[in-house]
């Protein structure tokens, strides 16, 4: 599966924005989708995760409450909902498919096969 990201972008603290990941290809053996962000320097980091058949969602406790995950399977599209962004929350943010039907750790990044190019958010 091919993944593009989009929807990232400059905005003041306080402020939203709305990241998509299109996917292209064969899409139905791929059981998790997830989001991760990474600063240059540090390692990737998982933000949240969601089933593509059940919609269960995992998040990281630095976004809960502010962040959500959600799909549309058939855009074969995936979302994150950012609200009450905070300086600590710019970095490049990068969309994962996993073929594993358990995630188990959904937050590392080794869980998944496929990985889009990113997109850069920046929160000042």
């Known amino acids: 599966v091919q993944l593009v990201e989009s929807g990232g972008g400059s905005v003041q603290a306080g402020g939203s924005l709305r990241l998509s990941c299109a996917a292209s290809?064969?899409?139905?053996?791929?059981?998790?989708m997830g989001w991760f962000r990474q600063d240059p320097g540090k390692e990737r980091e998982g933000v949240a995760a969601?089933?593509?058949?059940?919609?269960?969602?995992y998040y990281a406790d630095s976004v809960k409450g502010r962040f959500t995950i959600s799909r549309d399977n058939a855009k074969k599209t995936l979302y994150l909902q950012m609200n009450s962004l905070k300086n600590e929350d710019t970095a490049m943010y990068f969309c994962?498919?996993?073929?594993?039907?358990?995630?188990?750790?959904?937050?590392?990044?080794?869980?998944?096969?496929?990985w889009g190019q990113g997109t850069q958010v920046t929160v000042s």
């Open positions: 290809g064969y899409i139905y053996n791929w059981f998790w």
């Open positions: 969601i089933a593509t058949d059940s919609g269960s969602t």
């Open positions: 994962a498919a996993s073929s594993q039907s358990y995630i188990g750790n959904w937050y590392r990044p080794t869980r998944y096969n496929s």
